[in-house]
Protein backbone atom coordinates (compact mmCIF):
# COMPACT_ATOMS: atom_id res chain seq x y z
CA UNK A 1 0.00 0.00 0.00
CA UNK A 2 1.55 3.81 -0.71
CA UNK A 3 1.01 5.56 2.18
CA UNK A 4 2.46 9.03 3.78
CA UNK A 5 5.24 8.79 6.21
CA UNK A 6 5.53 11.25 8.25
CA UNK A 7 4.36 12.41 11.79
CA UNK A 8 5.26 15.66 11.57
CA UNK A 9 4.84 17.71 8.70
CA UNK A 10 7.51 20.18 9.25
CA UNK A 11 8.56 24.10 9.50
CA UNK A 12 5.85 24.89 6.50
CA UNK A 13 2.83 23.66 8.64
CA UNK A 14 4.27 24.80 12.42
CA UNK A 15 5.15 28.47 10.77
CA UNK A 16 1.55 28.88 10.03
CA UNK A 17 0.66 28.36 13.60
CA UNK A 18 1.80 32.18 14.54
CA UNK A 19 1.10 34.04 11.58
CA UNK A 20 2.25 37.03 10.29
CA UNK A 21 1.56 39.21 7.49
CA UNK A 22 5.35 39.20 6.66
CA UNK A 23 5.17 35.24 7.26
CA UNK A 24 2.10 35.19 5.01
CA UNK A 25 4.26 36.83 2.58
CA UNK A 26 7.29 34.80 3.14
CA UNK A 27 5.18 31.68 3.13
CA UNK A 28 3.00 32.71 -0.26
CA UNK A 29 6.44 33.31 -1.81
CA UNK A 30 7.64 29.48 -0.89
CA UNK A 31 5.13 27.73 -2.19
CA UNK A 32 4.92 30.54 -5.16
CA UNK A 33 8.43 29.18 -5.71
CA UNK A 34 7.27 25.32 -5.56
CA UNK A 35 4.65 26.22 -8.18
CA UNK A 36 6.31 26.81 -11.21
CA UNK A 37 9.45 24.28 -12.48
CA UNK A 38 8.63 21.87 -9.40
CA UNK A 39 4.92 21.45 -10.24
CA UNK A 40 5.38 20.35 -13.52
CA UNK A 41 7.20 16.86 -12.88
CA UNK A 42 6.85 15.52 -16.60
CA UNK A 43 9.16 18.59 -17.76
CA UNK A 44 11.71 18.39 -15.26
CA UNK A 45 12.14 14.69 -15.42
CA UNK A 46 12.64 15.15 -19.09
CA UNK A 47 15.01 18.20 -18.81
CA UNK A 48 17.48 15.42 -16.58
CA UNK A 49 16.47 12.50 -18.76
CA UNK A 50 20.50 12.48 -19.15
CA UNK A 51 20.88 10.87 -15.42
CA UNK A 52 21.19 7.25 -15.53
CA UNK A 53 20.02 5.89 -12.62
CA UNK A 54 21.04 2.00 -12.80
CA UNK A 55 24.69 3.31 -12.87
CA UNK A 56 23.86 5.56 -9.70
CA UNK A 57 22.41 2.52 -7.79
CA UNK A 58 25.05 0.14 -8.64
CA UNK A 59 26.86 2.49 -7.11
CA UNK A 60 24.82 3.02 -3.62
CA UNK A 61 24.78 -0.85 -3.78
CA UNK A 62 28.98 -0.44 -3.54
CA UNK A 63 28.78 2.14 -1.07
CA UNK A 64 26.83 0.07 1.01
CA UNK A 65 28.74 -2.78 0.80
CA UNK A 66 31.98 -0.94 1.62
CA UNK A 67 30.73 1.34 4.16
CA UNK A 68 27.34 0.83 5.81
CA UNK A 69 27.57 -1.21 9.13
CA UNK A 70 24.28 -2.55 8.64
CA UNK A 71 22.46 -4.71 5.71
CA UNK A 72 19.88 -1.97 3.89
CA UNK A 73 16.42 -2.97 3.02
CA UNK A 74 14.88 0.62 3.11
CA UNK A 75 16.09 3.80 0.84
CA UNK A 76 15.43 7.06 1.76
CA UNK A 77 15.52 10.09 -1.68
CA UNK A 78 15.64 13.29 -0.08
CA UNK A 79 13.83 16.01 -2.68
CA UNK A 80 13.29 13.06 -4.38
CA UNK A 81 11.20 14.80 -7.59
CA UNK A 82 10.58 12.35 -9.87
CA UNK A 83 13.23 9.96 -8.51
CA UNK A 84 14.28 7.43 -11.43
CA UNK A 85 16.57 6.39 -8.71
CA UNK A 86 13.99 5.42 -6.22
CA UNK A 87 12.01 3.36 -9.34
CA UNK A 88 15.52 1.68 -9.83
CA UNK A 89 15.38 1.05 -6.26
CA UNK A 90 11.94 -0.66 -5.92
CA UNK A 91 12.58 -2.49 -9.45
CA UNK A 92 15.08 -4.09 -7.57
CA UNK A 93 13.13 -5.65 -4.39
CA UNK A 94 14.13 -3.03 -2.13
CA UNK A 95 11.81 -0.35 -0.08
CA UNK A 96 11.49 3.03 -1.48
CA UNK A 97 10.47 5.69 -0.11
CA UNK A 98 10.20 9.53 -1.30
CA UNK A 99 10.52 12.93 0.49
CA UNK A 100 9.47 16.43 -0.88
CA UNK A 101 7.84 19.62 -0.80
CA UNK A 102 6.11 19.24 -3.93
CA UNK A 103 3.09 17.72 -3.95
CA UNK A 104 3.07 17.37 -7.82
CA UNK A 105 6.37 15.33 -7.84
CA UNK A 106 5.02 12.84 -5.04
CA UNK A 107 1.80 12.20 -7.40
CA UNK A 108 3.84 11.87 -10.19
CA UNK A 109 6.63 9.66 -8.33
CA UNK A 110 3.66 7.41 -6.97
CA UNK A 111 1.39 7.52 -10.76
CA UNK A 112 5.08 6.23 -12.83
CA UNK A 113 6.09 3.54 -10.35
CA UNK A 114 2.25 2.20 -10.16
CA UNK A 115 2.74 1.88 -13.89
CA UNK A 116 5.02 -0.36 -13.55
CA UNK A 117 3.36 -2.51 -11.01
CA UNK A 118 6.08 -0.43 -8.42
CA UNK A 119 5.41 0.53 -4.84
CA UNK A 120 7.34 3.41 -3.83
CA UNK A 121 6.30 5.51 -0.54
CA UNK A 122 5.92 9.12 -0.33
CA UNK A 123 6.12 11.77 2.30
CA UNK A 124 5.48 15.45 1.80
CA UNK A 125 7.70 17.24 4.14
CA UNK A 126 10.37 19.79 4.19
CA UNK A 127 13.82 18.45 4.53
CA UNK A 128 14.91 20.70 7.45
CA UNK A 129 12.09 19.28 9.69
CA UNK A 130 10.80 16.13 9.17
CA UNK A 131 10.14 13.03 11.03
CA UNK A 132 9.31 9.39 9.66
CA UNK A 133 7.56 6.67 11.46
CA UNK A 134 9.94 3.69 10.28
CA UNK A 135 13.78 4.26 9.81
CA UNK A 136 15.73 3.78 6.63
CA UNK A 137 19.10 2.34 6.29
CA UNK A 138 20.03 4.36 3.54
CA UNK A 139 19.59 7.95 2.76
CA UNK A 140 20.33 10.34 -0.46
CA UNK A 141 19.91 13.34 -1.96
CA UNK A 142 20.38 13.80 -5.39
CA UNK A 143 21.59 16.82 -7.86
CA UNK A 144 22.56 19.17 -5.32
CA UNK A 145 19.29 19.94 -4.02
CA UNK A 146 21.42 20.09 -0.56
CA UNK A 147 21.54 23.24 -1.99
CA UNK A 148 18.13 24.52 -1.77
CA UNK A 149 18.92 24.80 2.47
CA UNK A 150 18.80 28.67 3.23
CA UNK A 151 21.02 28.77 6.33
CA UNK A 152 23.52 26.49 8.47
CA UNK A 153 20.87 26.40 11.37
CA UNK A 154 18.52 24.66 8.78
CA UNK A 155 21.28 22.96 7.70
CA UNK A 156 21.65 21.59 11.42
CA UNK A 157 18.20 21.11 11.36
CA UNK A 158 18.32 18.82 7.73
CA UNK A 159 21.20 16.40 9.52
CA UNK A 160 19.00 16.39 13.04
CA UNK A 161 15.56 15.03 10.76
CA UNK A 162 17.81 12.50 8.74
CA UNK A 163 19.55 11.43 11.41
CA UNK A 164 16.48 10.70 13.45
CA UNK A 165 15.31 8.92 10.02
CA UNK A 166 18.35 6.86 9.47
CA UNK A 167 19.36 3.66 11.49
CA UNK A 168 22.66 3.73 13.23
CA UNK A 169 25.17 2.47 11.10
CA UNK A 170 23.60 3.76 7.83
CA UNK A 171 24.90 5.73 5.21
CA UNK A 172 23.75 9.51 3.98
CA UNK A 173 24.94 10.09 0.47
CA UNK A 174 24.47 13.59 -0.85
CA UNK A 175 25.40 14.12 -4.30
CA UNK A 176 26.56 17.42 -5.76
CA UNK A 177 27.22 19.70 -2.88
CA UNK A 178 28.85 22.96 -3.86
CA UNK A 179 32.65 21.88 -3.66
CA UNK A 180 33.75 23.89 -6.75
CA UNK A 181 33.47 27.25 -5.26
CA UNK A 182 36.83 27.92 -6.51
CA UNK A 183 36.85 27.24 -10.22
CA UNK A 184 36.10 30.18 -12.74
CA UNK A 185 32.90 28.82 -13.90
CA UNK A 186 30.90 28.34 -10.76
CA UNK A 187 28.87 31.48 -11.21
CA UNK A 188 27.39 31.83 -14.47
CA UNK A 189 24.89 29.67 -16.90
CA UNK A 190 24.72 26.26 -18.14
CA UNK A 191 21.99 25.17 -21.22
CA UNK A 192 21.05 22.71 -22.31
CA UNK A 193 18.18 20.62 -25.00
CA UNK A 194 16.57 17.38 -24.28
CA UNK A 195 14.06 15.52 -26.09
CA UNK A 196 10.95 12.75 -25.18
CA UNK A 197 8.19 11.38 -27.37
CA UNK A 198 8.15 14.96 -29.52
CA UNK A 199 8.27 17.05 -25.92
CA UNK A 200 11.43 19.38 -26.01
CA UNK A 201 12.91 20.98 -22.92
CA UNK A 202 15.62 23.53 -22.96
CA UNK A 203 17.47 24.21 -19.41
CA UNK A 204 18.96 27.18 -18.37
CA UNK A 205 20.22 26.78 -14.79
CA UNK A 206 22.53 30.11 -13.22
CA UNK A 207 23.90 30.78 -10.01
CA UNK A 208 25.22 34.66 -9.10
CA UNK A 209 26.31 36.17 -5.84
CA UNK A 210 24.14 37.92 -3.75
CA UNK A 211 26.17 38.83 -1.08
CA UNK A 212 29.56 37.72 -0.15
CA UNK A 213 29.52 38.36 3.86
CA UNK A 214 26.44 36.52 4.03
CA UNK A 215 27.65 33.72 1.56
CA UNK A 216 24.02 34.03 -0.26
CA UNK A 217 23.61 32.97 -3.96
CA UNK A 218 20.86 32.88 -6.08
CA UNK A 219 19.86 29.94 -8.03
CA UNK A 220 17.61 30.68 -11.32
CA UNK A 221 16.60 27.32 -13.12
CA UNK A 222 14.10 28.29 -16.32
CA UNK A 223 12.33 25.46 -18.55
CA UNK A 224 11.44 26.16 -22.44
CA UNK A 225 9.29 23.62 -23.40
CA UNK A 226 8.10 23.02 -26.57
CA UNK A 227 5.01 20.39 -25.87
CA UNK A 228 3.43 19.85 -29.84
CA UNK A 229 1.62 22.87 -30.31
CA UNK A 230 2.26 24.56 -26.78
CA UNK A 231 5.46 26.36 -25.86
CA UNK A 232 5.79 27.11 -22.46
CA UNK A 233 8.00 28.62 -19.83
CA UNK A 234 8.64 27.65 -16.27
CA UNK A 235 11.02 29.71 -14.01
CA UNK A 236 12.07 30.06 -10.81
CA UNK A 237 14.76 31.82 -8.45
CA UNK A 238 15.60 30.80 -5.15
CA UNK A 239 18.21 32.29 -2.73
CA UNK A 240 20.51 29.55 -1.18
CA UNK A 241 23.50 29.88 1.65
CA UNK A 242 27.20 28.56 -0.15
CA UNK A 243 28.41 26.44 2.54
CA UNK A 244 32.26 25.81 2.21
CA UNK A 245 33.98 22.43 2.68
CA UNK A 246 36.12 22.93 5.64
CA UNK A 247 32.42 24.83 7.24
CA UNK A 248 30.34 21.52 6.03
CA UNK A 249 33.09 19.22 7.99
CA UNK A 250 32.63 21.90 10.88
CA UNK A 251 28.82 21.32 10.84
CA UNK A 252 28.80 17.54 10.86
CA UNK A 253 31.30 17.79 13.42
CA UNK A 254 28.89 20.24 15.73
CA UNK A 255 25.91 18.42 14.92
CA UNK A 256 27.84 15.06 16.28
CA UNK A 257 25.40 12.28 14.80
CA UNK A 258 27.40 11.49 11.51
CA UNK A 259 30.99 10.45 10.83
CA UNK A 260 32.37 11.89 7.53
CA UNK A 261 33.60 8.78 5.47
CA UNK A 262 34.46 11.37 2.51
CA UNK A 263 34.05 13.10 -0.56
CA UNK A 264 34.35 11.05 -3.66
CA UNK A 265 33.70 11.17 -7.16
CA UNK A 266 30.30 11.46 -8.83
CA UNK A 267 30.75 7.87 -10.91
CA UNK A 268 33.03 5.76 -8.96
CA UNK A 269 34.11 5.09 -5.20
CA UNK A 270 37.39 6.95 -5.42
CA UNK A 271 38.09 9.80 -3.00
CA UNK A 272 38.49 13.08 -4.77
CA UNK A 273 42.02 14.27 -4.69
CA UNK A 274 40.39 18.08 -5.50
CA UNK A 275 37.38 20.56 -5.45
CA UNK A 276 34.85 18.90 -8.30
CA UNK A 277 31.28 19.93 -9.56
CA UNK A 278 30.51 16.72 -9.64
CA UNK A 279 30.65 15.02 -6.09
CA UNK A 280 30.04 12.39 -3.70
CA UNK A 281 29.71 12.78 0.11
CA UNK A 282 29.59 10.13 2.62
CA UNK A 283 27.90 10.26 5.76
CA UNK A 284 27.54 7.49 8.48
CA UNK A 285 25.37 7.39 11.13
CA UNK A 286 26.65 6.83 14.56
C1 LIG B 1 16.84 19.84 -8.04
S1 LIG B 1 15.34 18.97 -7.73
C2 LIG B 1 15.98 17.33 -7.57
C3 LIG B 1 14.99 16.26 -7.88
C4 LIG B 1 15.56 14.83 -7.94
N1 LIG B 1 16.13 14.43 -6.68
C5 LIG B 1 16.58 14.70 -9.03
O1 LIG B 1 17.72 14.31 -8.73
O2 LIG B 1 16.26 14.96 -10.18
C6 LIG B 1 14.97 19.47 -6.13
C7 LIG B 1 13.74 18.82 -5.49
O3 LIG B 1 13.76 19.16 -4.10
C8 LIG B 1 12.46 19.57 -3.70
N2 LIG B 1 12.66 20.50 -2.58
C9 LIG B 1 13.14 21.77 -2.60
N3 LIG B 1 13.22 22.27 -1.37
C10 LIG B 1 12.78 21.30 -0.53
C11 LIG B 1 12.64 21.19 0.88
N4 LIG B 1 12.95 22.21 1.67
N5 LIG B 1 12.17 20.04 1.39
C12 LIG B 1 11.83 18.99 0.60
N6 LIG B 1 11.95 19.03 -0.75
C13 LIG B 1 12.42 20.16 -1.30
C14 LIG B 1 11.82 20.17 -4.93
O4 LIG B 1 10.41 20.14 -4.85
C15 LIG B 1 12.40 19.29 -6.03
O5 LIG B 1 11.57 18.19 -6.31
Known sequence: MISTYVEALGEIDSQLENITFLETLINYGRCFRIMTVYSHPLYYEIAFSFVDAKKQVDLFER?????????????????????????????????AVGLDLSFEMLEY????????????????????????????????IMMGTISCIESNEKFLRHL???????????????????????????????????????????????????NALTQM?????KLEVNDHDKQLVFEESGNMKMIFPQELLALVEWNNKFEFIGWFERSRMKKLAKTNRDNLIILRRK
Not at 182 to 204: C, L, P, Y
Open 160 to 210: DSVADALKSGGLYLIENFRLDWASKDFFGSQSWTMERNGIQVKTTYNIELQ
Open 109 to 140: LKSRAKEEGLKVETAQADMTNFKLREKVDFAF
Open 217 to 221: LKETI
Open 63 to 95: FIKKYSKIEVRRFLDIGCGPSLQLREIARRGYE
